[in-house]
């Protein structure tokens, strides 16, 4: 395992190359998963996604906003398997933030305009990035605050 300080180039580039996230949250110790898709903004290190305030995980990160998630690249060929796992935190931007937010993920995602969502950005503090094909198992690590 490899522990990097600043965040590694092909950790951004994958994360840059996919668009589904799995998100998990909790309440009351009870975790739940969703999946939803994201835009990256890669200069603040921000995952920014959607989510109607309905929604129980929407619901949850608002109660507790300490989450997890993973991005991964699915294949059954072991050597290509490449996958990330994050913890941090998550909140609703502001109206200073929104504006950048909403128009990073705008254009990923254009037909998201036609849809009434919410705007959530997701501040990871450790990665863990496995890459099967630099050997197997290999894991590069970052944490924001080292």
Known sequence: MKNETALNPGIIKFIQQHHLLTLSTTENNISWCA????AFDAEKLQLIITSDLETRHAREASQQPLVSGTIALETAVIGKIRGIQFSGSIYQPD????KLAKTT??????????????????????????????????????????
């Open 95 to 98: 109206e200073n933030e929104l």
């Open 35 to 38: 999946s939803c898709f994201y």
């Open 105 to 146: 993920y705008l254009k990923k995602f254009p037909f998201a305009i036609l849809m009434k969502t919410h705007i959530w950005i997701i501040l990871p503090e450790m990665i863990k990035f496995t890459d099967n094909r630099l050997g197997f198992g290999k894991k590069i690590i970052w944490n924001k605050t080292t």
